[in-house]
T-cell receptor, first 113, second 108 residues
């Protein structure tokens, strides 16, 4: 089982460039999330989706956009990358937000120079 | 909103018992979750509580007291492989918010 797959795994960008991180899940989960993780900061929620066609802001949404056109995919876009967006990004999915465990992808390490 | 507090580091010896604490100030949540993350890997689910009390799930149990605003993860018979970061998280309104995590170091 693939579970949650993130692409790319690594990426280096220059300030001002744009890029999209793709998250795909094959578990038919309704809920999908994008988190960023920085040293000493834990996991901070960027955006999330409670179903196909819906998105909502998390704790740190500025500078990011998301789309959930298909149930199995959740895309995270950086419109104009900044060094402050250097981080490890994790995608996750769950069947229930209240009682269901989150299944995480392996993470995408992004460096913005 | 949610505010979850965890100690940043805990050190213990192999074979010992340790308790990782999580205190919170929140306006309400549906469930409290615990996750483990080894260095360089993705977080993995350990346990969760909806009701007060001890929830036993194999090696990883978790305790919740809503009235006192805290949860803890008791780890027994520590093994070297338990060295990892441990995060508590609360679910509310479709999203899961994490604490900053506790780094557990198990020494021989």
């Amino acid at each position: 089982n693939a579970g949650v797959t993130q692409t790319p795994k690594f990426r280096v960008l220059k300030t001002g460039q744009s890029m999209t991180l793709l998250c795909a899940q094959d578990m038919n989960h309704e809920y999908m999330y994008w988190y960023r993780q920085d040293p000493g900061m834990g996991l901070r929620l960027i955006h999330y989706s409670v179903g196909e066609g819906t998105t909502a802001k998390g704790e740190v949404p500025d500078g990011y956009n998301v789309s959930r056109l298909k149930k199995q995919n959740f895309l995270l876009g950086l419109e104009s990358a900044a060094p402050s967006q250097t981080s490890v990004y994790f995608c996750a999915s769950s069947y229930s937000s209240d009682t269901g465990e989150l299944f995480f992808g392996e993470g995408s390490r992004l460096t913005v120079l | 909103g949610q505010s979850l507090e965890q100690p940043s580091e805990v050190t213990a010896v192999e074979g010992a018992i340790v308790q990782i604490n999580c205190t919170y100030q929140t306006s309400g949540f549906n469930g409290l979750f615990w996750y483990q993350q080894h260095a360089g890997e993705a977080p993995t689910f350990l346990s969760y509580n909806v009701l007060d009390g001890l929830e036993e799930k194999g090696r990883f149990s978790s305790f919740l007291s809503r009235s006192k605003g805290y949860s803890y993860l008791p780890l027994k018979e520590l093994q070297m492989k338990d060295s990892a970061s441990y995060f508590c998280a609360v679910s509310q309104g479709g999203k899961l918010i994490f604490g900053q995590g506790t780094e557990l170091s198990v020494k021989p």
